[in-house]
């Protein structure tokens, strides 16, 4: 039976030699980005696996591909976060000492005590000392990015024509409206198109593009290697089945790669499974302190951008404020929902003492429906003039929309007498699940 249904048994430990031996290892755009945005310890853990394992990598087009098409802007926001958040504490600073200026000319006795001005600039400049002091111990990416050139160097697969493209869009139409994996989850992006040596890319189909190009690769008869490692970080649905909480590779994938070729598996790993079984699966030695501090590591940083992420948003002039467009704004581990709320009941403005209060009160109904589990919720978007204020939850737990909604309708309406406009569980990029 195992051989007739590969796609629903976990890796046996016969398996994992087979790897060693025979296995070649593919990383998915998102992994190779991920090596410049994770902390230190990861950062050199993956590159460290990733030098032992060199003459045994290979990436789809579809992958370098989107690899170059973002690495320069990952480079750049990583290098300019230094100088972004000192002039954001300036500006702080500045702001603060404007405020008190303003409100102590009408005020008869609110005064400015200097001391207490002054240690703020010292404390301010203590803290912009150790950013510019991190920046200058920060990694030179440009010299990652050269090395992970150096060790990918040509194992790079063929650059599909035009007409095999088309042909993949015309079967991708028909897998998608079946939801059959991979990249169905990434129709929403509609026709959005990325144009490459005068080749037309649908950005809709990127994942499905780089599942054929693996499947293409391993069924020629002259590949001789038997068994695929594909580490992707990718977590949504259309790569991923949610089993009880665990999340294992969809099924369907395994299938038809055993199918297409035969005689052959694939592994899909998410990092921090690849970091766990690196040792049996390359052969490299790590010790497993240091691949538990690697791991930590990753954690605390998906935590960090999640939080941080959630808050980012940018001023539009008239209109409150709106979510700023950014790659993994989101904890790819949470569930993500985007509430719209409208603020206007019967013509009744809100103050803004009244707004904080119902800020607390959404986060404390979050908490009931979803009980124990760790829930953020954050206010990212207000429009005075129309009364509509847009939240972000995010929560290790995933429910069914209609009954979130339902649970919303009756508490927002009979409680705070306003009213739910519209909910939406979003993709680990912070993006719209269209079912």
């Given at each position: 039976?195992?051989n007739?249904?590969?796609?629903?048994?976990?890796?046996?430990d016969?398996?994992?030699?087979?790897?060693?031996?025979?296995?070649?290892?593919?990383?998915?755009?998102?992994?190779?980005?991920?090596?410049?945005?994770?902390?230190?310890k990861?950062?050199?853990?993956?590159?460290?696996?990733?030098?032992?394992?060199?003459?045994?990598?290979?990436?789809?087009?579809?992958?370098?591909?989107?690899?170059?098409?973002?690495?320069?802007?990952?480079?750049?926001?990583?290098?300019?976060?230094?100088?972004?958040?000192i002039?954001?504490?300036?500006?702080?600073?500045?702001?603060?000492?404007?405020?008190?200026?303003?409100?102590?000319?009408?005020?008869?006795?609110?005064?400015?005590?200097?001391?207490?001005?002054s240690?703020?600039?010292?404390?301010?400049?203590?803290?912009?000392?150790?950013l510019?002091?991190?920046?200058?111990n920060?990694?030179d990416?440009f010299?990652?990015?050269?090395?992970?050139?150096?060790?990918?160097?040509?194992?790079?697969?063929?650059?599909?024509?035009?007409e095999?493209?088309?042909?993949?869009?015309?079967?991708?139409?028909?897998?998608?409206?079946l939801?059959?994996?991979p990249?169905f989850?990434?129709?929403?992006?509609?026709?959005?198109?990325?144009?490459?040596?005068?080749?037309?890319?649908?950005?809709?189909?990127?994942?499905?593009?780089?599942?054929?190009?693996i499947?293409?690769?391993f069924?020629?008869e002259?590949?001789e290697?038997?068994?695929?490692?594909f580490?992707?970080?990718?977590?949504?649905?259309?790569?991923?089945?949610?089993?009880?909480g665990?999340?294992?590779p969809?099924?369907y994938?395994?299938?038809?790669?055993?199918k297409?070729?035969?005689?052959?598996?694939?592994?899909?790993?998410?990092?921090?499974?690849?970091?766990?079984?690196?040792?049996k699966?390359?052969?490299?030695i790590?010790?497993?302190?240091?691949?538990?501090d690697?791991?930590?590591?990753?954690?605390?940083?998906?935590?960090?951008?999640?939080?941080?992420?959630?808050?980012?948003?940018?001023?539009?002039?008239?209109?409150g404020?709106?979510?700023?467009?950014?790659?993994?704004?989101f904890?790819?581990?949470?569930?993500?929902?985007?509430?719209?709320?409208?603020?206007?009941?019967?013509?009744?403005?809100?103050?803004?003492?009244?707004?904080?209060?119902?800020?607390?009160?959404?986060?404390?109904?979050?908490?009931?429906?979803?009980?124990?589990?760790?829930?953020a919720?954050?206010?990212?978007?207000?429009?005075?003039?129309?009364?509509?204020?847009?939240?972000?939850?995010?929560?290790?737990?995933?429910?069914?929309?209609?009954?979130?909604?339902?649970?919303?309708?009756?508490?927002?309406?009979?409680?705070?007498?306003?009213?739910?406009?519209?909910?939406?569980?979003?993709?680990?990029?912070?993006?719209?699940?269209?079912?």
């Amino acid at each position: 039976m195992r051989n007739a249904f590969p796609g629903f048994y976990r890796t046996q430990d016969d398996e994992y030699a087979q790897i060693l031996e025979q296995g070649t290892f593919i990383f998915d755009t998102n992994v190779l980005l991920n090596v410049f945005r994770y902390p230190n310890k990861a950062r050199e853990m993956l590159l460290s696996i990733l030098r032992h394992i060199s003459n045994k990598t290979w990436i789809p087009h579809q992958v370098a591909l989107e690899y170059h098409y973002n690495v320069l802007n990952e480079i750049n926001s990583q290098n300019m976060a230094y100088e972004g958040l000192i002039r954001s504490l300036n500006d702080r600073y500045q702001a603060i000492e404007e405020d008190f200026k303003k409100y102590a000319r009408r005020h008869s006795n609110l005064q400015m005590d200097t001391d207490l001005l002054s240690n703020l600039r010292i404390s301010l400049d203590k803290v912009v000392e150790d950013l510019k002091e991190q920046k200058n111990n920060h990694p030179d990416l440009f010299e990652i990015q050269e090395e992970m050139s150096d060790l990918i160097g040509e194992n790079i697969g063929e650059e599909y024509t035009q007409e095999r493209l088309e042909k993949i869009y015309e079967d991708g139409n028909t897998r998608y409206s079946l939801k059959i994996p991979p990249g169905f989850k990434d129709s929403k992006k509609g026709e959005e198109l990325r144009v490459h040596n005068g080749i037309a890319y649908k950005n809709k189909y990127g994942d499905l593009i780089l599942w054929n190009q693996i499947l293409h690769y391993f069924k020629k008869e002259e590949q001789e290697e038997s068994c695929v490692v594909f580490i992707t970080d990718d977590t949504k649905s259309d790569w991923w089945k949610d089993i009880k909480g665990e999340k294992r590779p969809d099924p369907y994938l395994i299938q038809e790669f055993s199918k297409v070729c035969p005689g052959k598996k694939i592994y899909i790993y998410h990092t921090k499974q690849f970091l766990k079984y690196a040792s049996k699966l390359t052969g490299i030695i790590l010790e497993e302190e240091a691949i538990n501090d690697a791991i930590q590591s990753i954690n605390e940083y998906k935590k960090s951008s999640d939080l941080a992420g959630s808050a980012m948003f940018v001023q539009t002039p008239g209109r409150g404020t709106r979510l700023k467009d950014s790659e993994n704004i989101f904890n790819s581990a949470s569930t993500q929902y985007l509430v719209k709320i409208g603020f206007y009941r019967n013509n009744r403005k809100l103050r803004n003492s009244n707004l904080q209060l119902i800020d607390q009160e959404i986060e404390s109904a979050f908490d009931s429906f979803f009980g124990d589990s760790y829930t953020a919720v954050k206010r990212i978007y207000l429009d005075p003039e129309q009364g509509e204020a847009v939240y972000t939850v995010l929560t290790p737990v995933r429910e069914d929309t209609q009954s979130l909604e339902g649970f919303l309708n009756g508490f927002l309406s009979g409680w705070l007498d306003l009213e739910l406009l519209s909910i939406e569980e979003l993709d680990d990029n912070g993006e719209i699940i269209s079912e």
